[in-house]
C-alpha cells in the first residue's frame, strides 16, 4: 500500500468548490490529467457525500486508486480542500507517486476557479 495527501486552503466557502465537484465535465478546468463519463451521483461510479467530499476508485489493471476529495470548512471563513490517495496492488509504490504528481498544480487551479466564481457571484 502506497498513501500520500496533500491540501490548499481557499478563501471561498465550501458551496463553490462543491459545485466544481458536481461539474464533471468541468473537471478538466482544474485536472487535465482526468477524464469522466457519467452523472456525478450516487449510484454512478463514484460514491459521494454531498457537500463533504467524494472519492473515487479508479482501477489499472491490478492496481486500485482510492482518491478522496474532502472538504472542511475553515474556522475563520473559507474552505480547506484534500486530496488523500491510498494505492494498493502490486505497482502501488511506482505508480502512487505518478499519480499524484499533479496533486499541487490540480488544487490550486480548482482553488482559483471556486474563488473567481465566488468573486463573480458577490
Keep these: 500500500m502506497w498513501t500520500a495527501t496533500a491540501s490548499i486552503a481557499a478563501t471561498d466557502p465550501s458551496q463553490a468548490c ?5 461539474d464533471v465535465a468541468g473537471w478538466t478546468n482544474w485536472n487535465a490529467g482526468i477524464a ?7 449510484g454512478s461510479t463514484l460514491d459521494m457525500r ?24 475553515l474556522p475563520a471563513g473559507g474552505t480547506r480542500v484534500t ?16 499519480v499524484t504528481a499533479d496533486f499541487p498544480e490540480v488544487l490550486a487551479a480548482l482553488k482559483a476557479l471556486a474563488e473567481r466564481a465566488c468573486e463573480g457571484a458577490s
Excluded at 18 to 22: A, G, V
Excluded at 36 to 42: I, K, M, N, V, Y
Excluded at 83 to 98: K, M, R, S
Design 18 to 22: 462543491w459545485r466544481l465537484f458536481e
Design 36 to 42: 469522466l463519463h457519467g452523472p456525478f451521483a450516487a
Design 50 to 73: 454531498p457537500d463533504a467530499g467524494v472519492v473515487d476508485e479508479p482501477l489499472l489493471g491490478g492496481t486500485c486508486f482510492r482518491v478522496s476529495h474532502e472538504l472542511q470548512p
Design 83 to 98: 486530496y488523500a490517495i491510498q494505492v494498493d496492488g502490486p505497482d502501488a509504490e511506482t505508480l502512487g507517486p505518478l
